[in-house]
Each structure stands twice: as structure tokens, then as C-alpha cells.
């Protein structure tokens, strides 16, 4: 009796569901059961998995039924392992490379450690949809006599740590506003935009409205945006109206909204990049509380988006921020990683090592800082912008950023001084 028929793989979790968070030990028993005789195998082997899945369009060379080859336009699917770590198996008899199966329950207990900087699990609310990030245990076994293989996929979520506690006292607030042609103008304000799931995000909401236009309601949704290798998928939270009476025309009113966030696990807020030797693969987590005022006798909303910060923790236990921060993941696609292969590294380490991505950087830079000298004043601002999209084009961090306009202060103000 071969393989397939006459054995059943069970596997068992530290964590009943399945759930880990980066860093975390994972262990566990896979347990088989035999219903015929012993089994010889070559191979056994278990490996910790993650992948991404992202479509990218392309032109394909298809040829027709007169073997005339057309070029079209196709979707193309990928699937691309950036972590393996391979898990020995525990056995009493034989070695690795001859493993019988004796009739009966068998089981292999078995454990590692998670890397610290992993991306979110993270896929479409269908099964199979893309883009993806997923991470499963992975067995393999080979039968010698009939040369038979079976795979067997046992799935795991995993969350990085996203500490709230952490965030600096400037971004936990935040304030967004905008005024229409009829001085209608909407404010929201939020004292903490930093949340967890199942708590409340403290809405205030100020309106202006001296022509005493009727506002017919106002919606709030909760958005959820995943970016996997320029990939984009969004998907609503939450979306609801706020409690206001309708046609409300007050010239001034004010109002505090508790707007309550699903529990469960929620995707935390983060950022991410996967190198190899030949592309990046960015992850990026992010959410936007959307405000929709609509007016009555106006075609044009008032709409606000407010950037919503969701984490994993609330304690100081932690002591590295993950969540709007850049980091670079110590993986390569083209070595399969042991345990012991995956340095901790952050992204100012890794950032150092990309001289390609300086410079490309620095000729921008510089093409730019020409053309702001040979113009008028009037259109150098839009120039100092384009030079900190740049910087942010090619991933340099906030410091930079920071020198890059100071320095173009002292440029402006030399220059206003000249003329």
C-alpha cells in the first residue's frame, strides 16, 4: 500500500489557533497514523514557510489557431518564498535519510523560533485571493519503494509587534480640517489616533456653517489599505452615520463620537521590504478614518481622511516601535534560511548597504538643486517639495529628510538676501 493511501498527518499547536507573534516559539507534534504495514521513506522532511503571492500584467507571445503568435496582454500569478527554515524531524529508529513507518500512531514533536521582523499575515476575504502574505508548515514524504511523494500544508497566522505605548506625543494627535466655496468648513480632531481592537477612536467634530446649509448626514468609515508589491487591496471595517439629527443647520456645532474598533486580530499598521538579489517586495499596512459630510443643494462632499494608527499592545514591554517605521527584512530568496541564519537587523543597518539607491539619490539631487538655482523664486518651493519626494522615492530616512530642508531654508534665505 503506498503512501497516500495508507497514512494521515495531524498536527498539533502550542497555540490552539494557529496564531503567533514574531518572535514567538512555535512548537508542536505531527502525528501519523499508519493503516497498513511499515513504510519505508527516503525523506521526511518539515519546513516553516512564508510566502508572498502578487499578479503583476504583462505581454504574452500567444499564438492562434493558425499558428500566427499574437501579443496580448495577461495576468500573470506569482508566488514567491521569501523564508524557509527547515525543522528537524525527532525519530527513536533509522536515520534522516531512512525513516520507517511502523503500523499505528506515529509522532514527531518539533519546534523553532520565529524571526522578529515578519511581514503580517495577510490575504483577500477569499480564499486563494491576491495579494497575500501567508506562512504554513510545510511536510513532505517520500516513499522509497514507489517512489511516491505527499505534501501536507498546515497554516499559521502571524502578527508583528506593533507597541502603541511607544508612538511619540506629536503623532498621537491630530487635527484635519477643509472649507467649501459656501464657508461650510469641517474639522475632526483626535486626541489619540493610535488604537487597539475593541476600543473606542474619540471623534470631535466641529462645524462651521454661517450660511446655515443643511447637512443631510455624515459617514464615517474605517478603511483598511494593503500595498503587497505595489499589489493594492482595500477593505472596509467599519462604516456608519453619526448620530446628528438630520438637516442640521446650527452655524457652530460640536460633537464627540466614540466610534468603536472590531475586535479580534486587525491587521496592525506596518511597513516593510523584502530584499533578494534581484527585487524588493514591500509590504505596507495602513488605515484612514473617512469622513463624508454631505450637504443638501451641494453635488460636492466634504470629505476628511484621518491616517489610524492599528497596534498590538498598549504596555512598555516593548521597547521597538514597528508601525510607520521602515524596516528592511534579513532574508534572501535565493538561501533558504536556517534558524540560525537570520541576524537581528533594523533599517538603518540595511539602509547603509544599498549604494545603487544612493546613487541614484544623489544625481536626482543634484539635477534638482541645479534647476533651483537657474529659477525664479516664485516656483522654488515647488522645487523643495520635489526634492523631498525624491528622498522619500528612494527610502531614505526621516533624517535626511530633515537636513534636506533645513538646508534648502538656508538656500532660500540666501537667495531672498541676494535679490
Known amino acids: 500500500m503506498d503512501i497516500g493511501k495508507s497514512t494521515e498527518a495531524s498536527i498539533t499547536f502550542n497555540h490552539s489557533n494557529g496564531f503567533y507573534y514574531a518572535g514567538e516559539q512555535v512548537s508542536g507534534v505531527i502525528s501519523f497514523h499508519n493503516n497498513h504495514k511499515k513504510i519505508a521513506l527516503n525523506k521526511a522532511a518539515v519546513g516553516f514557510i512564508g510566502e508572498f503571492g502578487y499578479v503583476t500584467q504583462e505581454t504574452c507571445a500567444i499564438p492562434d489557431c493558425m499558428g500566427t503568435v499574437l501579443a496580448e496582454n495577461c495576468t500573470v500569478y506569482h508566488r514567491l518564498q521569501f523564508i524557509d527554515i527547515h525543522l528537524p524531524l525527532k525519530h527513536s529508529k533509522g536515520n534522516e535519510n531512512k525513516i520507517i513507518l511502523h503500523q499505528g500512531q506515529l509522532s514527531w514533536p518539533f519546534e523553532f523560533t520565529l524571526p522578529q521582523y515578519l511581514p503580517p499575515s495577510s490575504s483577500g476575504p477569499l480564499t486563494g485571493s491576491y495579494p497575500y502574505v501567508k506562512y504554513y508548515i510545510h511536510l513532505v514524504l517520500d516513499e522509497t519503494r514507489n517512489r511516491l511523494s505527499k505534501q501536507h500544508i498546515f497554516p499559521l497566522t502571524i502578527f508583528p509587534h ?9 503623532k498621537k494627535s491630530i487635527s484635519v480640517s477643509r472649507r467649501n466655496q459656501k464657508h461650510f468648513q469641517l474639522t475632526a480632531n483626535l486626541q489619540q489616533r493610535a488604537v487597539l481592537p475593541g476600543q473606542s477612536i474619540s471623534l470631535d467634530v466641529n462645524l462651521e456653517n454661517p450660511k446655515r446649509l443643511a447637512v443631510k448626514r ?17 477593505e472596509i471595517i467599519f ?40 527585487l524588493s517586495i514591500s509590504t505596507k499596512i495602513h488605515y484612514e478614518l473617512k469622513l463624508v459630510a454631505k450637504i443638501r443643494g451641494i453635488l460636492d462632499d466634504i470629505i476628511l481622511s484621518i491616517p489610524i494608527i492599528i497596534g498590538t499592545k498598549s504596555s512598555s514591554e516593548l521597547n521597538q516601535l514597528e508601525e510607520n517605521s521602515y524596516i528592511e527584512l534579513p532574508i534572501n530568496y535565493l538561501a533558504p534560511m536556517k ?7 533594523t533599517y538603518w543597518s540595511n539602509m547603509c548597504k544599498s549604494i545603487a539607491c544612493a546613487e541614484n539619490l544623489f544625481i536626482a539631487v543634484m539635477n534638482l538643486l541645479v534647476e533651483v538655482l537657474e529659477t525664479t523664486e516664485v516656483t522654488r518651493g515647488l522645487y523643495a517639495k520635489e526634492l523631498i519626494d525624491k528622498t522619500i522615492e528612494f527610502n531614505v530616512p526621516h533624517v535626511i529628510h530633515a537636513d534636506m530642508k533645513r538646508d534648502e531654508e538656508v538656500h ?8
Open 162 to 170: 506593533v507597541n502603541i505605548f511607544n508612538i511619540n506625543e506629536e
Open 218 to 234: 455624515i459617514e464615517a468609515t474605517l478603511i483598511q489599505h494593503r500595498e503587497i508589491a505595489k499589489n493594492a487591496h482595500c
Open 239 to 278: 462604516q456608519m452615520d453619526l448620530p446628528i439629527r438630520q438637516d442640521l443647520n446650527e452655524t457652530e456645532f460640536h460633537q464627540t463620537f466614540c466610534l468603536r474598533v472590531p475586535h479580534g486580530h486587525l491587521l496592525p499598521t506596518h511597513h516593510s521590504m523584502a530584499p533578494c538579489s534581484t
Open 339 to 345: 534558524q540560525t541564519d537570520i541576524p537581528p537587523t
Open 412 to 419: 532660500r534665505q540666501h537667495s531672498e538676501g541676494i535679490h
